[in-house]
């Protein structure tokens, strides 16, 4: 049972254009998610979080966007950069339920030079 | 650089034997949580550990098993060994600053790649 899922396996973008990477969650009592960044034989690094209060959060060239009546959210890259390409996950949990952070499969995103 | 080690970082065993994996906490994180990662997945929660004592626990069986230690090391332990158990077991630390102990923001260590053969 996949509570957060990332649709696009892949996704390629010019270096400058704008990277949108999407995330769905199916569990109404996820409050808090965040975006990960995983390059190969490291571990994710944190990049990006935001609250259920907020529908938006942006550090830097990374905007994160939240929907909360579709259960959808989105992160933005503006400008990408190659050193961009990485593998992103998105994640969520919910704050009165334990302390289980839920994963999506995760997009692989190639910023082309 | 998360400050968060694991080790050993690959390791090979056979079906039926037991593993134990380590990780050490960022400094000042008292919370610590285990996950495993299965090829084209996603982290799947294993459970966590907060102030030595479990904290929440993901669909894994009690065959899963783990210990945090008071300077916020910990281990994961797996009994008898299946094929399945076959991925990249990561930990991640965080600093709970709630009664509740909920975690925030989860660093990650590089992972330990497990074989079962």
């Known amino acids: 049972d996949q509570q957060v899922k990332q649709n696009s396996p892949s996704l390629s973008v010019q270096e400058g254009r704008i990277s949108i990477l999407n995330c769905d969650y199916t569990?109404?009592?996820?409050?808090?998610f965040l975006w990960y960044k995983k390059y190969p034989a490291e571990g994710p690094t944190f990049l990006i979080s935001?609250?259920?209060?907020?529908d938006k959060n942006e550090d830097g060239r990374f905007t994160v966007f939240l929907n909360k009546s579709a259960k959808h959210l989105s992160l933005h890259i503006v400008p990408s950069q190659p050193g961009d390409s990485a593998v992103y996950f998105c994640?969520?949990?919910?704050?009165?339920?334990?302390?289980?952070?839920?994963f999506g499969t995760g997009t692989s995103l190639t910023v082309i030079p | 650089e998360t400050g968060v080690t694991q080790s050993p970082t690959h390791l090979i065993k056979t079906r039926g034997q037991q593993v134990t994996l380590r990780c050490s906490s960022q400094?000042?994180?008292?919370?610590v949580s285990w996950y495993q990662q299965a090829l084209g997945q996603g982290p799947q929660f294993i459970f966590q550990?907060?102030?030595?004592?479990?904290?929440g626990r993901g669909n894994f069986p009690p065959r899963f098993s783990g210990l945090q230690f008071p300077n916020y090391s910990s281990e994961l332990n797996v009994n008898a060994l299946e094929l399945d158990d076959s991925a990249l077991y990561l930990c991640?630390?965080?600093?709970?600053?709630?009664?509740?102990?909920?975690?925030?923001?989860?660093?990650f260590g590089p992972g330990t790649r497990l074989t079962v053969l």
């Open positions: 991640a630390s965080s600093l709970s600053v709630l009664a509740s102990g909920r975690s925030d923001t989860q660093y």
């Open positions: 569990n109404s009592m996820f409050d808090y």
């Open positions: 935001i609250s259920s209060i907020k």
């Open positions: 994640a969520a949990t919910d704050s009165g339920g334990g302390n289980q952070f839920y």
């Open positions: 400094s000042g994180h008292n919370t």
């Open positions: 550990y907060y102030r030595e004592e479990e904290n």
